[in-house]
């Protein structure tokens, strides 16, 4: 089909505090809030925040949220749940057409096609669970609406700050950890529910296998996805682990979350040198690699190879791979890609921010995730160990 997506428009948490997790991204994070209802405890507390060109919604979820109102634009958990990133908000053209036919592919649609204005003009938009945990997708078609977000949200009049500017362009993909054996399903859906495509990780890649890593202390399956008008943004990843290779933090996010989820959202940067070091700065932790990474010969000729220097990218924990056969030779364009992960933003198990950027590359290369699997490994079990002193 022909994908009905015209392009993402944020990504929701839920928490049983907003107030805590916002003053997170705000304080640590750089987002801005800019829209806000609730607030005066008339109706459940949702609040949009932005940096640059990507935008979170927190929703405060509690046993009022169920009794008295319902939120805008998301349907609540059933409590209790733990903090999660759990909706992925899409702008259509066609709710209606496209209520239809998520109905007739056999959805679990969580709100029919539902209608709000205000003096900006309309929007209409439904809410579909998606065949992944407690992920759902809010469709919104806002063609008829011409304020800079959504009916139903006042603008905070004392937010002053340039909401264009930021550290972060776009979200560059969103990765669900989901049950062993169920990406190609999961992949299935998403084409015939929306029109999405695989994209291969690696080349002759075979969609129902996907791109498998095995070593020591690592078995992971990923599968990508990406929607035809958004290809140079928003690809979701799919990640499940495999069974040779015991628990690992894939398995303990879905034990945590009772299913499959949200696993982490990378966010885009120009810059990932000095957005690590402002957010380094306001407190946020990045998962640390061993200096071995950066002291084997052959990875720090590659690193030279693209005009780098091992200790920039070492200092805040920072991993480069390459998109080309061959980045050695001279003659190779330059195509390579610069990631690190953050600390999870709740409890151990729990979400979690990336910082990539591109330089022409589109995929993920092997070496980083092999290097940021470890990495997280160790992040996590560090966290436990603190969690047991503390007992």
């Not at 120009?270 to 640390?288: H, N, Q, R, T, Y």
């Amino acid at each position: 089909m022909i994908s009905p997506i015209i392009r993402l428009s944020h990504v929701t948490f839920q928490t049983s505090s907003a107030a805590r997790v916002i003053k997170e991204f705000v304080t640590k994070y750089q987002f801005h809030p800019f829209a806000a209802r609730g607030l005066d405890g008339g109706s459940p507390c949702q609040v949009a925040l932005k940096n640059g060109g990507v935008v979170f919604m927190v929703n405060e979820n509690t046993p009022k949220t169920h009794e008295n109102s319902v939120l805008l634009y998301d349907f609540p958990l059933q409590i209790p749940f733990p903090d999660t990133a759990c909706n992925v908000t899409f702008e259509v053209e066609d709710v209606s057409g496209l209520y239809h036919h998520l109905v007739d592919e056999g959805c679990q649609l969580l709100l029919p096609p539902t209608e709000l204005h205000d003096d900006f003009g309309s929007v209409t938009y439904c809410i579909v669970k998606s065949v992944v945990g407690n992920v759902s997708h809010t469709l919104i078609d806002r063609t008829h609406y011409r304020s800079s977000f959504l009916p139903g949200f006042e603008y905070l009049k004392n937010s002053t700050h340039n909401l264009s500017s930021g550290n972060m362009t776009h979200v560059d993909h969103i990765a669900y950890t989901c049950p062993r054996g169920t990406s190609p399903s999961i992949l299935e859906w998403y084409r015939r529910c929306f029109g999405f495509q695989h994209f291969p990780l690696s080349k002759g890649e075979d969609p129902e296998r996907g791109f498998e890593i095995i070593g020591p202390r690592i078995g992971l399956r990923l599968t990508s996805l990406v929607c035809p008008k958004l290809s140079k943004e928003c690809k979701l990843v799919l990640a499940e682990s495999l069974p040779q290779e015991g628990i690992n933090q894939v398995d303990e996010f879905m034990q945590q979350h009772t299913g499959g989820g949200i696993q982490h959202i990378g966010l885009s940067t120009p810059d990932i040198f000095k957005a690590a070091e402002d957010l380094s700065k306001l407190g946020v932790c990045f998962a640390i690699q061993p200096s071995s990474y950066y002291s084997e010969t052959k990875k720090q000729k590659e690193i030279y190879s693209v005009g780098l220097e091992p200790q920039m990218l070492a200092q805040f924990g920072i991993l480069m791979d390459s998109a080309t056969d061959d980045i050695l030779s001279n003659d190779a364009p330059k195509k390579f890609l610069l990631q690190v992960f953050a600390e999870p933003l709740f409890s151990k198990n729990s979400a979690f921010l990336e910082l990539i950027e591109r330089r022409s590359a589109e995929g993920f290369g092997e070496g980083n995730i092999r290097a940021l699997w470890r990495s997280m490994q160790d992040l996590q079990e560090d966290q436990t160990v603190k969690e047991q002193e503390g007992q």
